[in-house]
Nanobody, 126 residues
Framework: QVQLVESGGGSVQPGGSLRLSCAAS?????????MAWFRQAPGQKREGVAA????????YYADSVKGRFTISRDNAKNTLYLQMNSLKSEDTAMYYCAARYLGCNSGSDPADFGYWGQGTQVTVSA
């Protein structure tokens, strides 16, 4: 059974940094999955932030986070990360970890992902 547990959210001032983590259950290997981060602000649609499928060397970033966010993973810990730097108020949202077996497709459409974590809140304000 695929289980994903996010952590690392919190409140930070504009320009600050946070690192989100997504721990995957031991019954899966994140190597076999496209792993992604999505976010959803109140009243907004869920949007793709970043995705990685290491087997094919594919990484996707939304234009709004390119150069500021970095997606990575630790195979030994079966954990996905999202390093977020230079945070802006518009980055405020609930952040979700997601997994899709064998390939990312576009990497940005939430409908393509069948496994989700419970989310972790990120708030950027002065």
């Amino acid at each position: 059974q695929v289980q994903l547990v996010e952590s690392g959210g919190g409140s930070v001032q504009p320009g600050g940094s946070l690192r989100l983590s997504c721990a995957a259950s031991t019954y899966m290997s994140i190597d076999d999955y496209c792993m992604a981060w999505f976010r959803q602000a109140p009243g907004q649609k869920r949007e793709g932030v970043a995705a990685v499928y290491t087997t094919r060397g594919r990484i996707y970033y939304a234009d709004s986070v390119k150069g500021r966010f970095t997606i990575s993973r630790d195979n030994a810990k079966n954990t996905l990360y999202l390093q977020m730097n230079s945070l802006k108020s518009e980055d405020t949202a609930m952040y979700y970890c997601a997994a899709r077996y064998l390939g990312c497709n576009s990497g940005s459409d939430p409908a393509d992902f069948g496994y989700w974590g419970q989310g972790t809140q990120v708030t950027v304000s002065a």
